[in-house]
């Protein structure tokens, strides 16, 4: 059976438990999808928030990307919109235009300040945007804002999708109450610098743009860019996150009360990481590829991330075959400093090379490998490094959700 299931989608409306203070949102469907499902959305802040961003690294970036890198490079915003369907990528300067016309649309309706609000798109590469039907779906999205509207949002930025991935977290810092909301979509085209996909994270605390952003990287190197479903990055992957300083709390980088912060952010971070892999198109299961005994720590993100992008292990892990030389050839070309002598590979605790050598547990790694969750241990046996990786096996369901995402 595999790890997706049919659409579910977190309670809407009223029912909705995700709320930070001072931030408000909505979906509503715009006729961008068929059958009338949410496809459009928006989220304000009441007040100018700090906002940080993270792109993709892909060479060909989609128009709300370019708009959004400049827009947050200036260290302020006061929403998002967002449309899924279509991802408004190689659309030339046309694209540009829609993007920067929808993000007008919406500031003038909610009486924004030019230039304050972002843009994110996903779906189908390559087709204009559909700007009659955004332009009319805009003013429904304003008089729809709710503090309880992200339910509906996370339906609304879904594509390949199986489920809706939300996350709420609060820890009280310096005696009062912090929350980070952060919602996601994903399944598809994951890897990292940055893995492909949409997250936004609104919280109540208040930073300034550089602490912010230094929080945002850093906990996107052991969440967003430490997952993998198909070794594929794509032109509109994009991470927000906006901070309207509401609860009070001013936070400041170096203090005891940044990190706290910082680890909350990354606790976030991580839960919506775990949720796009298991949500992998097609896959079985979920892999966590833990490799210690690094150099250094880097080497040890290196290893995991090969292993990971191998399609040979994948496609092991899909048939519950400990074959255990594919992710060894794999750490050979990983560029990491290793030692075939001192390499220890296990799957969900057996232990099946032990100082580079086999050591006859096939079958009962076999079976623990059967489970939904598996667990791939190496140890190189070279340093204190150390790093966690998350991806997914390699399935048939996946070729056929592919082949077919257009058609």
């Keep these: 059976m595999p790890l997706r299931g049919p659409l579910k989608s977190a309670a809407r409306g009223k029912r909705c438990s995700l709320k930070v203070a001072g931030f408000r949102a909505s979906a509503v469907s715009a006729g961008i999808k068929k059958k009338g499902a949410l496809d459009m959305a928006l989220i304000l802040s009441d007040v100018p928030a700090t906002v940080a961003g993270l792109f993709t690294t892909n060479v060909l970036k989609a128009a709300p990307v370019l708009l959004d890198m400049e827009r947050a490079a200036g260290g302020t915003a006061s929403g998002i919109i967002i449309n899924s369907g279509n991802a408004n990528a190689c659309t030339g300067s046309k694209g540009m235009r829609d993007a920067s016309a929808t993000a007008a649309l919406a500031e003038k309706v909610l009486g924004l300040k030019k230039g304050t609000m972002l843009v994110a798109s996903t779906g189908v590469?390559?087709?204009?945007?559909?700007?009659?039907?955004?332009?009319?779906?805009?003013?429904?999205?304003?008089?729809?804002?709710?503090?309880?509207?992200?339910?509906?949002?996370?339906?609304?930025?879904?594509?390949?999708?199986?489920?809706?991935?939300?996350?709420?977290?609060?820890?009280?810092?310096?005696?009062?109450?912090?929350?980070?909301?952060?919602?996601?979509?994903?399944?598809?085209?994951?890897?990292?610098?940055?893995?492909?996909?949409?997250?936004?994270?609104?919280?109540?605390?208040?930073?300034?743009?550089?602490?912010?952003?230094?929080?945002?990287?850093?906990?996107?190197?052991t969440s967003f860019n430490s997952i993998m479903v198909d070794n594929d990055t794509s032109t509109n992957d994009t991470v927000l996150i906006m901070a309207n300083g509401r609860c009070g709390v001013a936070l400041k980088r170096g203090t005891e009360q940044y990190r706290e912060f910082c680890s909350l952010l990354d606790e976030a971070a991580r839960r919506l990481g775990k949720m796009i892999v298991k949500d992998g198109e097609g896959a079985s299961r979920f892999i966590e590829i833990l490799v210690t005994g690094a150099a250094t720590d880097n080497e040890a993100h290196q290893a995991a991330r090969t292993i990971a992008g191998s399609y040979l292990v994948k496609t092991a892990f899909f048939g519950a075959d400990p074959n255990w030389g594919r992710v060894a050839a794999a750490l050979g070309r990983a560029g990491v400093k290793m030692s075939e002598s001192s390499l220890d590979i296990s799957f969900n605790g057996v232990v099946v090379a032990a100082g580079g050598l086999d050591t006859g547990a096939e079958r009962e790694a076999a079976r623990v490998m059967k489970r939904k969750n598996v667990l791939l241990q190496v140890d190189l046996n070279m340093g204190s490094g150390s790093a966690t990786f998350w991806t997914t096996d390699m399935t048939y369901d996946y070729v056929k959700i592919n082949s077919a995402y257009r058609t």
């Design 125 to 221: 590469i390559g087709l204009p945007l559909p700007m009659d039907k955004i332009k009319a779906a805009i003013p429904r999205l304003a008089s729809a804002l709710d503090e309880r509207g992200f339910c509906d949002l996370s339906e609304a930025i879904l594509t390949t999708d199986a489920f809706t991935k939300t996350v709420l977290v609060k820890k009280k810092i310096d005696g009062v109450m912090v929350s980070i909301l952060g919602v996601a979509k994903g399944a598809g085209m994951i890897n990292p610098d940055m893995a492909t996909m949409l997250a936004f994270f609104m919280t109540d605390a208040a930073l300034t743009k550089a602490p912010l952003r230094s929080a945002l990287k850093v906990a996107c190197r």
